[in-house]
């Protein structure tokens, strides 16, 4: 299965693709996306749809899920299933492969307004340092904060 690199957004739309290879007869295939929370519980999230054909030979194809995670997804996966259902005369339990699972990421919005938080903090903590009858010498160089007192 494949799918977004990186973090995604919550409220986007992603595509993920089964890849399902050399299958027959295709009839008889039905391919399922699946999610499974961080408790694990599972949950059918599409079933995807197959185009019947009477051939005989081993055929390959990819099947799109369109798909918009929200913030409880983090940590989350997703996977698909190919089953060939041969009916009751076929094998039991009909034969079935899943894809490995796709880790999601889905950062929380507040995650990116702490690092704002922080940064306004800092800004507090410089400007209540400058204002000190000591009159500190600092530096402020990307994310580290350097703080010299110098006494009078």
């Not at 039991?92 to 899943?98: A, G």
């Not at 919005?109 to 009858?133: D, K, P």
Request: with cysteine; net charge negative; charged share 15%.
């Amino acid at each position: 299965m494949t799918g977004p690199s990186g973090p995604m957004v919550e409220g986007k739309v992603y595509e993920f693709k089964c890849l399902i290879q050399n299958v027959a007869p295709i009839n008889s295939l039905n391919v399922s996306f699946y999610k499974t929370s961080t408790i694990g519980k599972k949950t059918l999230l599409y079933a995807a749809e197959v185009a019947r054909q009477t051939t005989k030979e081993p055929i390959s194809g990819e099947y799109p899920l369109l798909w918009s995670p929200s913030r409880g997804d983090d940590g989350a996966q997703l996977w698909c299933s190919a089953l060939l259902g041969l009916g009751e005369l076929g094998p039991q339990p009909p034969p079935e492969m899943e894809s490995e699972p796709f880790n999601l990421s889905v950062p929380s919005s507040c995650q990116a307004s702490g690092s704002a938080m922080v940064a306004v903090l800092l800004l507090q903590l410089i400007h209540w340092l400058t204002s000190q009858r000591f009159g500190p010498t600092y530096t402020f160089n990307g994310f580290s904060l350097f703080v010299l007192f110098s006494s009078l």
